[in-house]
């Protein structure tokens, strides 16, 4: 079992940047790939982004590809998500979430949220 918490959320304006952080604790980080999730009020939660185990496979929803960029460390059990070139599009709780398998699907452990608001 790994434990997810999110941070690094906030207001922002449209244009800027933010980055996301994903600590994990528990059974080895390395073990599971990551992703990144989010939902708007009134919405479904959506795919972002996400990661394989070692870092090196990477896949990206089309309305953040080119902007947001998925990483890890392992070696400090977190995962981020730097958004870049935020929009009015982009406002929603973001969730970072643990598999054993890379993919779209629905993961196996969920962090509780962060919440990222953009002003235009």
């Known amino acids: 079992q790994v434990q997810l918490v999110e941070s690094g959320g906030g207001l922002v304006q449209a244009g800027d940047s933010l980055r996301l952080s994903c600590a994990a604790s528990g059974r080895s980080f390395r073990s599971y790939a990551m992703g990144w999730f989010r939902q708007a009020p009134g919405k479904g939660r959506e795919f972002v982004a996400a990661?394989?185990?070692?870092?090196?496979?990477?896949d990206y929803a089309d309305s953040v590809k080119g902007r947001f960029t998925i990483s890890r460390d392992n070696a400090k059990n977190t995962g981020y998500l730097q958004m870049n070139r935020l929009t009015p599009a982009d406002p929603a709780v973001y969730y970072c979430?643990?598999?054993?398998?890379?993919?779209?699907?629905?993961?196996?452990?969920w962090g509780p949220g962060t919440q990222v608001t953009v002003s235009s």
């Open positions: 990661i394989t185990r070692s870092g090196g496979g990477t």
């Open positions: 979430a643990a598999d054993p398998l890379m993919g779209r699907h629905s993961y196996h452990h």
